[in-house]
């Protein structure tokens, strides 16, 4: 007990940076915990959020579904770009080459930076068209478009915490990364009840304060990860001749974040897709299903840090030149991330619509989310093995293949066979679940099959 303990606490300090040396195990191990943790926080801001949402009406929960299905694409924006950071650096970092990696992460602040003032000028200006085109009606368009407001003007912060992070883990700064996702969200988790509901002088601002939290939350997050750059707190330390603007190493980073970019992106758009679908049953499915993917998003994004983990991992060794310890090192992150998401599908499926009660009791609202909840978890044990091995290719700088199989697998399957079980088939919201399932599940097929014939080992970025 003593020495579980004694690791866990290493990993937290987050002192021990050479992962391309000495028990593989141990390496999954020290990455992962802060990373897991890190992606717990964010898997609760999102839990949590939902929860003080659904206290203000049906609609709101599913404004913020619909909204936030959009927001998958800045994601997606910010994931690619932080993607190929987060390879370049640790390709540099296993290289040994510090300096090279300083260089690639204010390259990539400087991408991003340009993107969100882009996406935020657009949001600002078409909130109202992007409720309207995914099936708000004027009533929730009237009473939520100030939420989408925030959150596209605000995208800056959710961009440079995701891409940020992505430099740390691909230093093997795990335990930075975690502090500071766990600071951003634990004050957007504080503010929430206060903003949404008031409290003493400060108004209700309903659900605009959800995301006036989420927008003040990431931005200190991101103050925090600066801070740490500027500081050489981190293998990572930015200085004044790293401010200059660097073509070659932009335009390798374009390159891998294109594809990584359009991978996610993919992906997300699938889910908007999705959403018009599910639009066509009512508001009490809609919100039943963003609670669904709530619960889904509270397990899965801890297991993003395992898949992140196997990333760093992969990157550091091929800059060490150790493909093999790199292809050992996903083989077991894999299994360890199917146990737990095996463990917390059969959770899932025998306490769902308690779950699903804790944050709306409304009969037809807790029927769709036990639903969604119950039919989605099902294909767990195959998304482990897809996202640890996709994120691996990532690691590897091999954007294209995940991008390729996502195309597959969300838009020639996902898609059409959604529409086909909900509307041609009258399955309703199960017909959309299934194609969820039955597409992760193909994509985690994809993936492994593609990893076994070994071409990632042979990447230079």
Aim: with cysteine.
């Amino acid at each position: 007990m003593q020495k579980i303990y004694n690791i866990f606490i290493e990993a937290l300090d987050g002192k021990e940076k050479n992962f391309v040396s000495g028990s593989i195990n141990r390496a999954i191990v020290l990455l992962s915990i802060p990373m897991i943790l890190e992606m717990a926080m964010e898997s609760l801001f999102a839990v949590v959020d939902a929860f003080f949402v659904a206290k203000i009406s049906v609609q709101a929960v599913a404004a913020v579904g619909m909204t936030e299905s959009v927001l998958t694409l800045i994601y997606s924006l910010a994931i690619g770009l932080s993607t190929a950071a987060s390879a370049m650096v640790s390709r540099r970092v296993g290289e040994g080459k510090p300096a090279k990696a300083a260089v690639a992460a204010m390259q990539s602040i400087y991408i991003a930076t340009v993107i969100s003032v882009i996406i935020g000028i657009f949001g600002l200006l078409y909130a109202e068209n992007v409720l309207r085109w995914l099936g708000g009606d004027d009533d929730m368009i009237r009473n939520c478009v100030g939420y989408t407001r925030i959150a596209f003007g605000s995208n800056i912060a959710i961009m440079l915490l995701f891409l940020l992070n992505g430099v740390f883990r691909g230093a093997g700064d795990a335990a930075i990364a975690m502090r500071s996702l766990w600071l951003a969200n634990g004050i957007n988790i504080v503010l929430d009840p206060i903003l949404i509901f008031g409290f003493g002088p400060i108004p209700a601002f309903g659900i605009e304060g959800a995301a006036i939290a989420t927008a003040i939350g990431r931005g200190a997050g991101v103050v925090y990860q600066l801070n740490i750059l500027w500081k050489g707190s981190s293998i990572i330390h930015l200085t004044k001749a790293h401010l200059y603007f660097h073509w070659k190493t932009t335009l390798k980073l374009l390159k891998i974040a294109y594809t990584g970019a359009l991978q996610f992106l993919i992906a997300s758009a699938s889910w908007i897709f999705l959403m018009r679908i599910i639009a066509r049953f009512g508001d009490d499915a809609v919100a039943g299903y963003t609670i669904s993917i709530r619960l889904l998003v509270f397990t899965i994004l801890p297991s993003w840090g395992i898949a992140n983990a196997a990333a760093t991992l992969v990157g550091q060794n091929l800059g060490a030149k150790q493909p093999d310890r790199a292809e050992i090192s996903v083989w077991r992150a894999a299994f360890y991330n199917m146990l737990f998401l095996a463990t917390v599908s059969v959770i899932y499926f025998f306490s769902a619509e308690y779950l699903i009660r804790v944050f709306d009791d409304t009969p037809a609202v807790v029927e769709a989310g036990v639903l969604s909840l119950r039919i989605i978890c099902a294909g767990y044990i195959f998304f482990a093995y897809g996202m640890v091995i996709s994120q691996s290719l990532n690691g590897a700088g091999d954007t294209r293949t995940p991008t390729i199989i996502n195309l597959i697998c969300f838009w020639a399957m996902e898609i059409p066979l959604g529409y086909f079980l909900a509307i041609t088939m009258d399955w309703g919201l199960a017909g959309v679940c299934w194609a969820i399932a039955t597409s992760e599940t193909m994509a985690a097929v994809f993936c492994i099959w593609v990893f076994k014939r070994g071409k990632w080992k042979l990447i230079e970025i």
